[in-house]
């Protein structure tokens, strides 16, 4: 017996979106609700900009819904700053899922999940945590007292609710935790996470409130130093021998080669090694609306307009934006070619 496997009509609009560069389909719209964050972390700066407070507005996602509808998506993830202090987050998650989104995901410090935990196991779908090591060292990190234990006491007040309720850990390897990397495994797993990925620091674009790029003093408080290579590369091989139950059963996100990944792009800062090839669609497949409505393709490229002045789906598809997109060759970009953080979304193929 035979089966014929037949592509879905997104991924139709989605190759079609390849091959002109006209947004057809959108999967994944990333809003940022709330521009301030409630940790002073060292290797971001949105926290700098608390005083000049963002806000995406009833109105403003009440504006995209259209755009959405045309566009087919169906997951929205609320970035941030930190997404839980919009008042009014709730409300807005509310009035996403009454129009079609299917998947609301919530990057955050966690911070404040124990205090939200009931709206947030009511309405929202997946919470991904930041998790900057063990216990000292996400702390001195996030430069916040007892971060790590509000954590904690968060991720238990979630799956006390809703034990099934999936909670996932991100962590920024940079130079004040690289060393902690295998107890940093160790902490997603105490604190009750049901995963934990990993992902060099972005040092060299404009994204988490940089309006200038920073200057080499600024930079060298993330990035490794040349001399640390060689240690970043031992911790690295001995996590990787010494947890392989827990990359064989997915709670390590990445495979080993993936996190060897890690090591090249430092090691690139030196011409150790050349930067990891990006393998990325997100500008095709995603886009990032900012607290103030400012449209960007992903978080590392510059602005394409403001959805308080032209609809989600003519800024995507003015000419300049087609155009970028039809030239973006992201091997030579310079953005592009040292993103941390990439997305590679596939097709969506429908058996019947």
Known sequence: MMMNRTIGPE?????????????????????????????????????????????????DV??????????????????????????????LCTILKEHGIQK????????????????????????????????????????????????????????????????????VIQRLNFADWPHIVDAARDVGLDQISFLPADVSTEAFNRPELWDEERTEEVKLEAGQLPQLKAVLEQMIAAYAAD????????????????YDYYAAFYGLSDFPPVRCNAPWVSAVVEADGAVRPCYFHRPMGNIREH???????????????????MDQDPICRKCVCTLNLRPTIKVV
């Not at 990359?247 to 890690?262: N, T, V, Y």
């Not at 934006?321 to 030239?327: D, G, K, S, V, Y």
Request: aromatic share 6%; charged share 25%; proline share 4%.
């Open 11 to 59: 991924a139709v609009k989605r190759y079609i979106t390849l091959k002109t560069g006209k947004i057809h389909a959108l999967p994944i719209a990333i809003l940022m609700p709330h521009s301030s964050c409630n940790c002073r972390c060292v290797m971001c700066d949105i926290w700098k900009g608390n005083g000049n407070l963002q806000q995406l507005s009833e109105a």
């Open 311 to 329: 609809s989600l789906l003519e800024l995507l598809n003015s000419p300049a934006e087609i155009a970028f997109r039809q030239n973006l060759d």
């Open 62 to 91: 009440r504006g995209l819904l259209a755009s959405f509808r045309e566009l087919g998506t169906r997951w929205v993830v609320l970035s941030g700053g930190e997404a839980l202090m919009n008042p009014n987050l709730f409300r």
């Open 104 to 171: 609301i995901t919530i990057l955050s410090t966690g911070l404040l999940l124990k205090k939200y935990a009931r709206p947030v196991v009511d309405q929202v779908d997946e919470v991904i945590v930041s998790l900057d090591g063990s216990e000292p060292v996400h702390n001195a990190i996030r430069r916040v007292h007892n971060a790590y234990q509000k954590l904690k006491e968060g991720v238990q007040a979630v799956k006390e609710l809703k034990p099934d309720f999936r909670l996932t850990g991100r962590c």
């Open 247 to 262: 990359f064989a059963s997915g709670f390590i996100a990445e495979s080993p080669d993936k996190l060897r990944r890690i």
